[in-house]
T-cell receptor, first 116, second 115 residues
Framework: KAGVTQTPRYLIKTRGQQVTLSCSPI?????VSWYQQTPGQGLQFLFE???????NKGNFPGRFSGRQFSNSRSEMNVSTLELGDSALYLC???????????????FGPGTRLLVL | AQSVAQPEDQVNVAEGNPLTVKCTYS??????LFWYVQYPNRGLQFLLK??????LVKGSYGFEAEFNKSQTSFHLKKPSALVSDSALYFC?????????????FGSGTRLQVQP
């Protein structure tokens, strides 16, 4: 099976712009979670989507949003970019069903966003 | 709220020697615990997890971890380190109850294996 794919891999934006990142989960997986990784804050949970619905949300401002499509692909959007949004954004997928929170989340390679 | 502590920023070990990467956690109720590894410019790669049952969990690439409820620890171990094990290791926890798939990660431990 192909793993989790994320596009683009690298992105440079300027302050005030918005950005959209894409994630394709492992085939058959219906849960997609997003995490932000920065040197200062480490790995932090952004949100989780399952069956096109946001199921859980982390402690991030409303500038961070996401959505999931019927084929389980997910996008996250960051509006009005700030310098502090520079980070590696990681997407993870799991089947989202019976295993619950004990299910293994499989991570993609990430999108590295640089905000200038 | 849950938390994970990885007290060592870096662990140095000689190739062939045993290695231990420490992790302690805090969570309400029962924990689900995970170890991931990250190589440069890569995402996180799953190593192993504790859900329930045997306290000694075996995972990929010869790694294992021992769940200790009384000490709230989940240390990662390997009997014989390889140079290729050099990477950044993350411990993560999520409560077993509540259904959230939101992992809380530790700050990471860089493992350096010297030839």
């Amino acid at each position: 099976k192909a793993g989790v794919t994320q596009t683009p891999r690298y992105l440079i934006k300027t302050r005030g712009q918005q950005v959209t990142l894409s994630c394709s989960p492992i085939s058959g997986h219906r849960s997609v979670s997003w995490y932000q990784q920065t040197p200062g804050q480490g790995l932090q949970f952004l949100f989780e989507y399952f069956s096109e619905t946001q199921r859980n949300k982390g402690n991030f401002p409303g500038r961070f949003s996401g959505r999931q499509f019927s084929n389980s692909r997910s996008e996250m959007n960051v509006s009005t970019l700030e310098l502090g949004d520079s980070a590696l954004y990681l997407c993870a997928s799991s089947s989202g069903l019976a295993g619950g929170p004990g299910e293994t989340q499989y991570f993609g390679p990430g999108t590295r966003l640089l905000v200038l | 709220a849950q938390s994970v502590a990885q007290p060592e920023d870096q662990v140095n070990v000689a190739e062939g020697n045993p290695l231990t990467v420490k992790c302690t956690y805090s969570v309400s109720g029962n924990p689900y615990l995970f170890w991931y590894v990250q190589y440069p410019n890569r995402g996180l790669q799953f190593l192993l997890k504790y859900i329930t049952g045997d306290n000694l969990v075996k995972g990929s690439y010869g790694f294992e971890a021992e769940f200790n409820k009384s000490q709230t620890s989940f240390h990662l171990k390997k009997p014989s380190a390889l140079v290729s094990d050099s990477a950044l290791y993350f411990c993560a926890v999520t409560p077993a109850e509540g259904g959230r798939r939101a992992l809380t990660f530790g700050s990471g431990t860089r493992l350096q294996v010297q030839p």
